[in-house]
Structure formats: C-alpha cells, structure tokens
C-alpha cells in the first residue's frame, strides 16, 4: 500500500452481506461525505460484516528512486537499534520495508525517496552509520528508479521471500509502531502501517499486537479497547449478518443482545 493504512486508500468497495444481499460503498473521488462510512468500517471488520468483491483504490505516485542495503550480522540483535530510524520516514510511498533472516545473519532494507543529499542521502548516512554501530556488516548497496525493482529483487531479496503465499501478517495494537521484537526467524517488516509477514510458526506470547492475517486468512478484530460499547457493535452485526452466517469475533454479543 505504499505506506499508508487500508482505510487511507480504500475509496469504494462492493460487498455481499451476511445473508448474500449485494450492496456498494463509498466513490471513487477523495472526498466523499455521503452517508455513513461503511468503507471505513468494512476495512476493519475482518469479514464479520460482509464479503468484499471488488474494491478502488487511491494511488500515490512512486518514489523517485529507491535505494537499498544488504547488511550481515547479528540481525536480531541490531535489529532493536535500527528499527526507530526506519519509523522516522514519512508515512508516504517508498516508506521503508526491511527483509529479516535471523538464521542466516541477513537483513535487507529498502527505501523510496529523492536522490538528494537532504532526503535519501541524509537517511542512509545516519541508517548506515547506525548499522555500523550495530555491528553489522555492508554486503552490498544500490540505487534505482522503481520501475526496475522487479529486475533487481531477484537478486537482492533471499528466495524465502517470494515462495510463501501464505502468509502471517501481524498489524502493531492502536495504531503504534511494531516491537522491536519480532517473533519469527524470518520476516518482512513495513513502517507505515506498522505491519510485519511472516511464513514462519507465529508466537504472540508478550506481544501488544494481534495478526491480520494468519497463514494466508483474514483473522478476526481483537477485542475493542475499554469504553467502546459492545453491544453496539453487535447491533452493527445483526444489521449486516441478522443470521449470524459470517465469522464472528468471540467477544461479541449473541445474536439480537445488540439492540
């Protein structure tokens, strides 16, 4: 999503409820005001509410260039001292992701922005001397237009990468940056959103946050943090599935005790 959260770029959606009745959604302009905002709220739902179809998207232009670092090392732990400078990027297209393998000792991070000495030129030189100071070690580094990215992460990236199409993605609890901590051996960290993917085994023990999605399925919302009424998100719940069909979160009313 180029850095940006779903509900930032989820304009309009179709959808089918609870009880297979289509409906749509939103527009496709920025500022829409019209009605309720159902788009929003179907991105968060976790497919408790509906089925999605088909969706528009909002689109940012790509970064000018994108450069990247292939690093060796102790990743894991480096990786606690590296990880606040990639949260001061700006929430924008080209907003760093960074490839982790503590197994094997490898890191790679890419990151869009201006070839000039005041953005990307800055960053790199306080990312690299972090890394530096870490203790890992440069295995190589590069710049380049985006359009060219699919030549070159082939090579870059490890095969791991591209060969599981299931998944676990993690979504950092209240909108925060992920932990520091990751727990996987393997995994694909983003910024901003704070999101993390992992094909490995998912150990959320001590974690304050909750996986999205769970080896390649939508997982369901954690429960609503104190003072959001409950029972009014049950209510929401009859409306779209009155019969309870679709997934539901354990924590939510029964059935007709929303209203």
Request: charged share 20%; aromatic share 6%.
């Amino acid at each position: 999503l180029g850095g940006l959260g779903l509900r930032d770029v989820l304009l309009e959606a179709w959808a089918v409820d609870g009880r297979g009745r289509p409906f749509h959604a939103g527009a496709p302009v920025f500022k829409n005001v019209a009605g309720y905002g159902l788009v929003p709220l179907l991105a968060g739902a976790g497919g408790m509410l509906a089925t999605l179809q088909a969706v528009t998207l909002k689109l940012a232009p790509a970064p000018e260039r994108v450069a990247w670092r292939r690093l060796r090392g102790d990743v894991a732990a480096a990786w606690p001292q590296l990880a606040p400078l990639l949260d001061e990027r700006e929430p924008a297209p080209g907003a760093p992701v960074v490839l982790g393998d503590h197994g094997a000792g490898t890191m790679l991070v890419l990151v869009g922005g201006r070839d000039r000495p005041w953005d990307l030129g800055a960053w790199l030189a306080r990312f690299d001397r972090a890394a530096a100071a870490a203790g890992l070690d440069g295995d190589g580094d590069g710049l380049a237009p985006p359009a060219e990215l699919p030549t070159l992460l082939p090579h870059l990236a490890p095969a791991w990468a591209a060969a599981h199409p299931d998944w676990t993605v993690i979504a950092a609890g209240d909108g925060g940056p992920c932990p520091t901590a990751i727990p996987a051996d393997r995994w694909i960290r983003g910024t901003t959103p704070a999101l993390a993917w992992t094909p490995d085994a998912f150990a959320a023990a001590g974690l304050d946050q909750d996986p999205a999605w769970r080896m390649g399925r939508p997982t369901l919302p954690p429960p609503p943090p104190p003072g959001v009424p409950r029972a009014l998100l049950g209510a929401i719940k009859d409306v779209f599935d009155p019969d309870r069909r679709l997934p539901s979160a354990d924590w939510l009313p029964a059935r007709g005790e929303g209203r």
